[in-house]
């Protein structure tokens, strides 16, 4: 078990070190808008990644399942990853059972925005919706496998 520990400690670690400069790429003003979306799409599959070896690796025994809560929150210094998905269906599978959703209603524009916190990462999400707010609350609770009381309107802030 301690050469699974060891391991996943050390993927982490890579992963976060990549995170860490793909987060200063992100930063840099050369970048075009395509190569943002594309390193932001390279963030969100190693957020993947790092979901599946907590998975993997926690389904051993009781002391093996706390590993990866602990070790995220261990990894979890600074502001949270915020990861944008352009798709729907992207952002229901990532924020599904998120600790806490807040969405906007833009009325003027007929869209809104959904924020997810789930596991020490922001999942945000921007499109088309039904107008009724209360019928989108129950819908979000729905689509998102989240608790209706854990659904606020407004925004995640970070902070």
Known sequence: MSVNREALNAVLTALKKIESQLEKILGGEELTDEDRQNLEGIRVNLSNVEDKLFRILGTGSSSMEQTPRKIV?????????????????????????????????????????????????????????????????SWLAKALNTDESKIVEGVLAIG
């Open 73 to 137: 929150q261990e990894y979890a210094r600074g502001p949270p990853l915020i990861i944008r998905c352009k798709h729907w269906e992207d952002f229901k599978a990532q924020a599904s059972g998120s600790e806490a959703i807040s969405f906007l209603y833009k009325a003027e524009d007929k869209t809104f925005q959904v924020d997810a916190l789930k596991n020490g990462r922001v999942y945000t999400f921007s499109g088309p919706i039904p107008s009724d707010v209360t019928l989108l609350k």
